[in-house]
């Protein structure tokens, strides 16, 4: 176990500005509270949070990423809070333990919430801080360095998979090759362990046969560069046996015929001196055809540059070589962590320090090699979704800014249409609540329950919002059923004719219509008028009625039923006379106010639109008297809601004018709510102005109001 100023030390060493406070005191405190704690190991489990902290001294990050190494185990396994977290080590570590902790929990949701791409998507996710996922890469290899010590297989093999399927592919997408390559070796042991054992025996054989011949190629290699005037460093080893195993499956070769299992690092002084390298190599052994490959004008992805090649080596081994800069090997090992320290110059305290991350981000986006297996890891990506849990730890991936009712439609149509509340994280919450990354959500359902119109306002994925729509337009369809068949019977009647099942039926192929039902909705959408069914099925009523008298349709029945349970449907405004149930809006032509007399139009498709009775739009409907609604404010309803009017003003162009202008109408309680110039000249301003007043009277106050300022030129009600 490192202990306390050993670990000070090591971090002095690349940061002599490290923060030996903060450090000294994460130690003591995750000592402290980890107390008695034993890992499967026997060990104190305090040793483990030292390890990973030891293990990130080797990538040279930052003292809040080792005090966030230190206490990352701290909140969920001891009695610790965040808070405690944030008073001691301040709001930078707390965060970054927060984070950590996030990562671990959703560690221990079901396996059928980890298959992989969706998971690595989630930890890249919900990693807002790239060093979140330093850490828990650290945290994870060195559990995998003790796995052994765990008694159950089946656990033993859980995280070994997860660390295949998840954390070593994560590794390699921030560039850390090293840890990457190790992760995937302690993975493989367990996994497949005859597999792995017949592979290191392959490798012993080889080596029994040809002697020592790393450091022997080492030798020759350094020897043949530096005859050529290169000034290199030379490392070789063999590869790690999972990666002799991958390539054995993937080109499906056997034991026998892999000679390929050493590979040669190359340090070079400057990028021409990789080129002049990669030449004397060329020139010296017999190059293994399809081998080059040129990463340093054209880099991995995750900024990896190297040149790499393969050879028939000085005795005739395949070997592999890898040719780069000391800068591009310490990428190559250490991924984002030497981005920061070669780019920074260390962390820097202002928030530089995240221009490595804009940079990895950046790397990312514009990946398009094909040959990438986690193609769709760009962290980027993620930024726009969430990724959320059902309590069987299914996991339901949304657009940001989703809510519990996209949750449960996305769950399932019905579990939508029937959701009345949703518990996350075990706690209730209101529908309309954001799920946020990790959330576990449990959508609670009625079957008496239908879904609400309102849902619409905040739903954000197209599944909710089409069901919810679905739904509305069957209801409106009742709606607009019930007023057709009104509208039908009064238009027979004042004609002197009798409304049928039979007669409808028979006018239907005429109307192209399918059913009498679809006839009434047509109707009562305004589609069809009552006139043209009334002739449709009684083609002499036409003659009958040639002296073209209008047929009133007076709509009793609709206007003596007052508006009752549907009061949400008119936004809350009391009107008498509205079908109950049906979709009620506002003129955007003349903006009718509590006061005005007011008429309404039965719109195709939009329910009733509610016009001043001296709008000119209403010239258009003129000869369509059964789609008019006789309807009237009901005065008997305190008036609360304000309601937007719209004056047409003109003012002098001149300085404060405008100002003026918004003032007297804010004296006078008004708000302005939109301004439209429509017309500027040198002298005068023509403009709309939309204001929220109470009802006309309040309005009519403004426009006198206006008329005695200096300012305004002319001010009127804009109708039509
Ligand atoms: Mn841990």
């Not at 592979?199 to 530096?226: A, H």
Request: aromatic share 6%.
């Amino acid at each position: 176990m490192i202990r306390q100023f050993e670990l000070v030390e090591r971090v002095k060493a690349y940061d002599p500005n490290a923060d030996e406070v903060g450090i000294n005191g994460a130690y003591v405190f995750a000592m402290k509270a980890h107390g008695s704690q034993k890992r499967a190991s026997g060990d104190p489990y305090f040793s483990h949070p030292i390890e990973v902290a030891g293990i990130l001294t080797s990538y040279r990050v930052d003292s809040a990423t080792i005090e966030t190494a230190l206490l990352h185990d701290t909140i969920e396994d001891t009695v610790a809070t965040l808070e405690d977290i944030r008073a001691h080590f301040g709001n930078e570590v707390a965060q970054l333990v927060d984070g950590v902790t996030k990562l671990t929990r959703i560690e221990f949701q079901s396996d059928r919430a980890k298959q992989a791409e969706n998971f690595r998507k989630l930890v890249l996710a919900m990693s807002e801080d790239i060093r979140v996922l330093l850490v828990k890469l650290a945290d994870r290899l060195h559990n995998m360095r003790t796995l052994h010590y765990i008694k159950s297989d089946e656990k033993r093999r859980r995280i070994a998979m997860e660390t295949m399927d998840i954390y070593a592919p994560l590794a390699e997408r921030i560039g850390m090759q090293e840890i990457k390559t190790e992760l995937e070796d302690l993975a493989f042991a367990e996994i497949n362990p005859e597999a792995r054992r017949a592979v290191v025996k392959r490798l012993d054989t080889l080596r029994e046969q040809g002697g020592e011949l790393v450091p022997k190629i080492i030798g020759e290699l350094t020897e043949t560069l530096s005859e050529n005037g290169i000034e290199a460093e030379v490392n070789g080893r063999e590869k790690s046996p999972y990666s002799i195993w991958r390539k054995m499956q993937k080109h499906d070769v056997g034991f026998e015929q892999l000679s390929d299992i050493m590979a040669f690092r190359i340090t070079v002084n400057s990028i021409e001196d990789c080129y002049k390298a990669l030449g004397v190599a060329h020139n010296a052994y017999r190059v293994v055809p399809g081998r080059f490959k040129d990463y340093i004008s054209m880099p991995k992805p995750n900024g990896y540059q190297s040149l790499h090649t393969g050879v028939f080596g000085p005795h005739q081994q395949r070997i592999e070589l890898q040719i780069r800069t000391r800068v591009m090997h310490d990428v190559a090992e250490l991924g984002v962590a030497a981005h920061w320290n070669y780019k920074q110059g260390g962390p820097a305290k202002d928030g530089t320090q995240y221009r490595w991350l804009r940079e990895l981000l950046d790397i990312l986006e514009h990946a398009s090699d094909p040959e990438e297996v986690l193609e769709h890891s760009k962290m980027e990506m993620f930024q726009d979704q969430v990724f959320c849990f059902t309590p069987r730890g299914d996991l339901i991936n949304l657009p940001r800014g989703a809510t519990t009712v996209d949750f449960a439609y996305a769950v399932h149509s019905e579990v939508g249409d029937h959701c009345v509340g949703a518990k996350i994280n075990g706690k209730m919450m209101p529908l309309r609540t954001e799920l946020r990354n990790g959330d576990q959500v449990e959508i609670v359902t009625s079957k008496a329950q239908t879904p609400n119109p309102t849902w619409e306002r905040f739903v954000v994925t197209g599944k909710a919002r089409a069901r919810i729509r679905r739904f509305v337009r069957l209801q409106e369809r009742e709606e607009y059923e019930k007023l057709g068949r009104s509208i039908l019977q009064r238009s027979f009647k004042e004609a002197d004719y009798e409304l049928t099942e039979k007669g409808l039926n028979a006018a239907l192929k005429k109307l192209t219509l399918a059913t009498v039902d679809d006839l009434y909705v047509a109707v009562g959408m305004g589609n069809q008028s009552g006139r043209e069914v009334l002739e449709a099925v009684y083609p002499r009523a036409k003659r009958k009625n040639k002296d073209g008298d209008d047929i009133v349709v007076p709509l009793a029945e609709a206007r003596s039923r007052k508006r009752g349970k549907d009061k949400g449907e008119g936004g809350g405004v009391p009107i008498q006379g509205l079908i109950p149930g049906m979709a009620m809006h506002f003129a955007g032509c003349c903006h009718p106010l509590p006061g005005d007399r007011i008429v309404g139009i039965v719109t195709t498709g939009r329910g009733v639109t509610v016009h001043t009775i001296d709008c000119d739009t209403l010239e258009g409907y003129g000869d369509e008297p059964e789609r008019w609604l006789d309807l009237a404010w009901d005065r008997g309803e305190a008036q609360h809601d304000l309601h937007v009017g719209r004056v047409h003003v003109t003012v002098a162009n001149a300085p404060g004018s405008l100002g003026d202008l918004s003032t007297m109408i804010a004296k006078n309680d008004g708000n302005i709510s939109n301004l439209k110039i429509i017309n500027r000249s040198t002298d005068f301003f023509d403009m709309l102005i939309d204001v929220e007043v109470r009802d006309v009277k309040h309005l009519t106050d403004i426009i006198a109001a206006l008329r005695a300022s200096p300012a305004v030129n002319s001010v009127e009600r804009a109708k039509g």
